[in-house]
């Protein structure tokens, strides 16, 4: 039986594998990969909003492909993902600061998507419609950008994702994303939303190539015959297979370790986790920032704004409202 310390040791290692992201290697599969478990992050994100539950779960999910593709990054920057589209929702924002500070928002109709919601089709490629994804890498100042771009077709973002890195990098990937409320007993107990991915990529044997070294995003014209000609790799296909056994319930369960995860699925094939990195939800705004942004307006657009004798301006990210006075806003060129 055990003891109070061993389940109180149990609890304090189940909330390490939260807000976390766990790099993994299958060296005879030729596979590399990460796991991403959000809790407490993804829920601090949605709980700025007031947003329907299919528009949470589509953001959670960005976050998590974000945080999953942003924290390869190898030197201070920034990795953004964007998603553009005629659907209900329009606009989707998730970024990633490194070494790991999340936010994310979106734009969308509420009465569209209450509509799809009534009618049980809200899905992600119903609520996106089409558009395009584009995920770019900011290096700081002076630095250049660089950026890829896939349309979205009525794909999820999974999708997307998948046919970026076989068009734009020609790397096999397989990524997995859930998002949903889970609810728990307890003081604390209630409806708490969580976020988890996984993520694989076969990487060829002469090297190993950045999952995010992104280009323009122009892809050969004859591309989709090469790869017609090309024949998949049997140790890539047996990945993708274990892959395909995970289920939503299993990226989302709190009481469920990363590690066990990767055990299920490739423990006969040998995998092995690297150290995990942390994920916290993070603002980059300011009101310094804001008042900065707001001197570069034109003195007539600054004046269409004030209301009441003052200057409201919120953060579409975390929803904190900055209040100016107009006298306040002095410009200095």
């Excluded at 015959?225 to 989302?252: K, Y």
């Excluded at 690297?274 to 003195?299: E, K, M």
Aim: aromatic share 6%.
């Amino acid at each position: 039986m055990s003891s109070s310390y061993d389940r109180d040791r149990r609890l304090q290692l189940l909330g390490m594998a939260d807000d976390a992201v766990l790099p993994f290697e299958v060296k005879s599969l030729g596979v590399r990969g990460r796991v991403v478990r959000l809790g407490d992050t993804v829920a601090d994100i949605l709980a700025r909003h007031n947003y329907p539950p299919s528009v949470s779960a589509l953001l959670a999910e960005a976050v998590t492909l974000t945080a999953m593709l942003g924290s390869t990054l190898k030197f201070e920057g920034k990795f953004i993902l964007q998603a553009n589209s005629d659907g209900p929702v329009d606009m989707l924002v998730a970024d990633f600061t490194t070494p790991g500070q999340m936010r994310g928002y979106a734009h969308f109709d509420l009465d569209a998507v209450e509509a799809l919601e009534d009618s049980g089709e809200a899905d992600a490629s119903a609520l996106l419609g089409e558009g395009y994804l584009a995920m770019t890498v900011d290096q700081g100042d002076h630095m250049e950008r660089y950026q890829g771009v896939v349309p979205l077709d009525g794909a999820s973002l999974s999708e997307a994702a998948n046919l970026y890195f076989q068009q734009s990098e020609q790397l096999p990937t397989d990524v997995r994303l859930a998002a949903g409320p889970i609810v728990t007993s307890g003081e604390a107990g209630g409806e708490n939303w969580r976020a988890g991915g996984i993520m694989i990529q076969h990487l060829p044997d002469d090297g190993e190539p950045s999952p995010i070294a992104l280009s323009s995003g122009d892809v050969p014209e004859d591309y989709e015959d090469l790869m017609d000609e090309q024949e998949e790799d049997d140790r890539w296909v047996r990945g993708r297979l274990l892959l395909a056994t995970v289920e939503d319930h299993e990226l989302l369960d709190p009481t469920l370790e990363p590690e066990r995860l990767l055990y299920r699925l490739f423990h006969e094939d040998g995998v092995v986790a690297y150290p995990s990195s942390a994920i916290t939800r993070h603002c980059l705004c300011s009101r310094s920032r804001v008042a900065d942004l707001l001197r570069s307006f034109p003195q007539e657009d600054l004046a269409d704004m004030i209301e009441d004798g003052r200057i409201t301006v919120t953060c579409e990210f975390c929803s904190t409202d900055y209040v100016f006075d107009p006298g306040e806003i002095v410009r200095t060129h």
